[in-house]
């Protein structure tokens, strides 16, 4: 059975809706809601054609602080020769809706729903729609922290079908992780995983922990321990966590409770951040 991916499509709420949402900003954890996710939110980027997206992370004082994190919506016939300008940027592409024709390095590869690719720093790359469907996929870029007498990592074309979980211990098989990285593989210094809870499965304490994250619902909806709060949350929704905040969750059901995460790791901590 395939797998299900929400994607936000915009347009905007009526005029009889209420305001109220469940959008969230505190200094420990930020929830973006699905319903955000409107026309009137969308951005642009140099050198895309056919394309808008939302932003749902960026590197900010008081947010997220090692990445950001794009939702991509690419019309038929869009696309860029000229997608990434940062040089140092290593990035992470997962589709969720339509096809992308990804060109890395002369070799072509079609992504399709559940499509992964990690694009080392300087990856010579495009990407276009060459399909009837309207393209959209996630969006990962971070600045890549080299490491004397460690390679670069290689590029990586999978996708989610083709990757077995890793189930969590002691969880009876109601929490796992589908790593597209091997996390001892130091080369690598963020880790875009997806992590599946079956229904009324949680995280049974707490979490507290350096890594920052990004969580994207992908399918489901759950409870969510963020800091000091519990807050629902459901497919669409963006979660931003910052390092060392307590986090747990419920898997509400009926059906899995899946997302997309994001963590940095396997670097020494910058002691002098702000110089």
Same mark, same amino acid.
């Given at each position: 059975?395939?797998?299900?991916?929400?994607?936000?499509?915009?347009?905007?709420?009526g005029q009889d809706q209420l305001l109220t949402d469940r959008a969230v900003f505190t200094?420990?954890?930020?929830?973006?809601?699905?319903?955000?996710?409107?026309?009137?939110?969308?951005?642009?980027?140099?050198?895309?054609?056919?394309?808008?997206?939302?932003?749902?992370?960026?590197?900010?004082?008081? +947010?997220?602080?090692?990445?950001?994190?794009?939702?991509?919506? *690419?019309?038929?016939?869009?696309?860029?020769?000229?997608?990434?300008?940062?040089?140092?940027?290593?990035?992470?592409?997962?589709?969720?809706?339509?096809?992308?024709?990804?060109?890395?390095?002369?070799?072509?590869?079609?992504?399709?729903?559940?499509?992964?690719?990690?694009?080392?720093?300087?990856?010579?790359?495009?990407l276009h729609n060459h399909g009837d469907e309207t393209l959209r996929f996630h969006w990962?870029?971070?600045?890549?922290?080299?490491?004397?007498?460690?390679?670069?990592?290689?590029?990586?074309?999978?996708?989610?079908?083709? *990757?077995?979980?890793?189930?969590?211990?002691?969880?009876?098989?109601?929490?796992?992780?589908?790593? +597209?990285?091997?996390?001892?593989?130091?080369?690598?210094?963020?880790?875009?995983?997806?992590?599946?809870?079956?229904?009324?499965?949680?995280?049974?304490?707490?979490?507290?922990?350096?890594?920052?994250h990004g969580l994207y619902v992908l399918e489901g909806k759950a409870v969510y321990k963020?800091?000091?709060?519990?807050?629902?949350?459901?497919?669409?929704?963006?979660?931003?966590?910052?390092?060392?905040?307590?986090?747990?969750?419920?898997?509400?059901?009926?059906?899995? +409770?899946?997302?997309?995460?994001?963590?940095? *790791?396997?670097?020494?901590?910058?002691?002098?951040?702000?110089?």
């Open positions: 059975m395939s797998a299900k991916y929400y994607a936000p499509h915009g347009g905007h709420p200094e420990a954890y930020a929830v973006i809601p699905r319903g955000t996710m409107r026309d009137i939110t969308t951005s642009f980027l140099p050198f895309w054609e056919r394309t808008r997206l939302w932003v749902i992370s960026r590197p900010l004082s008081g +947010f997220a602080e090692t990445f950001s994190q794009y939702i991509m919506e *690419v019309s038929s016939g869009g696309g860029s020769d000229r997608p990434e300008t940062d040089p140092e940027a290593e990035g992470v592409l997962f589709v969720v809706e339509g096809a992308a024709t990804l060109v890395v390095n002369g070799a072509e590869h079609v992504l399709a729903p559940g499509g992964y690719a990690y694009l080392p720093p300087a990856s010579d790359w495009t990962v870029r971070k600045a890549y922290e080299r490491v004397e007498g460690l390679d670069m990592p290689e590029v990586i074309i999978t996708n989610e079908q083709d *990757v077995a979980a890793t189930v969590m211990s002691d969880t009876d098989g109601k929490w796992a992780t589908t790593r +597209f990285v091997a996390p001892d593989d130091l080369r690598h210094d963020m880790h875009v995983n997806i992590v599946t809870f079956e229904p009324g499965a949680v995280i049974p304490f707490l979490e507290t922990h350096v890594m920052e963020l800091n000091r709060d519990w807050v629902e949350v459901e497919a669409g929704d963006h979660m931003w966590l910052r390092a060392f905040c307590p986090q747990a969750c419920y898997a509400g059901g009926p059906g899995k +409770f899946r997302y997309l995460l994001y963590k940095d *790791v396997n670097r020494h901590m910058a002691l002098r951040p702000f110089r």
